[in-house]
């Protein structure tokens, strides 16, 4: 069983800045994909950014020149770097990775950021 612990969020002012990490249970080049959805409350899940295992990455339109996704496959970590945050970017943010050989989704905990105005 795959595990996927996220840690990093917390409580920022608007324009503020957190970095995001996940970390792995096994080796990340096993995984076709990893990234980071958020959910904020009454709201459905939504991509906030990815990264391939050949490192092309992909970004929600409303994150684009403001968050970073990056892996080190020795830490077998997936960072996700948040800057000039937004109210509106208050969620919980969860970590996913995709099975390389079944496909298999599997998801973070979660954790809590909060950007207050």
């Known amino acids: 069983q795959v595990q996927l612990v996220e840690s990093g969020g917390g409580l920022v002012q608007t324009g503020g800045s957190l970095r995001l990490s996940c970390t792995a249970s096994?080796?990340?080049?096993?995984?076709?994909?990893m990234g980071w959805y958020r959910q904020a409350p009454g709201k459905q899940r939504e991509l906030v950014a990815a990264?391939?295992?050949?490192?092309?990455?992909n970004y929600a339109d409303s994150v684009k020149g403001r968050f970073s996704i990056s892996r080190d496959n020795g830490k077998k970590t997936v960072y996700l770097q948040m800057n000039t945050l937004k109210p509106e970017d208050t969620a919980v943010y969860y970590c996913?990775?995709?099975?390389?050989?079944?496909?298999?989704?599997?998801w973070g905990q979660g954790t809590q950021v909060t950007v207050s105005s």
């Open positions: 096994r080796s990340i080049f096993s995984f076709r994909a």
């Open positions: 996913k990775a995709v099975d390389a050989s079944s496909w298999n989704d599997y």
């Open positions: 990264i391939t295992s050949n490192g092309a990455t």
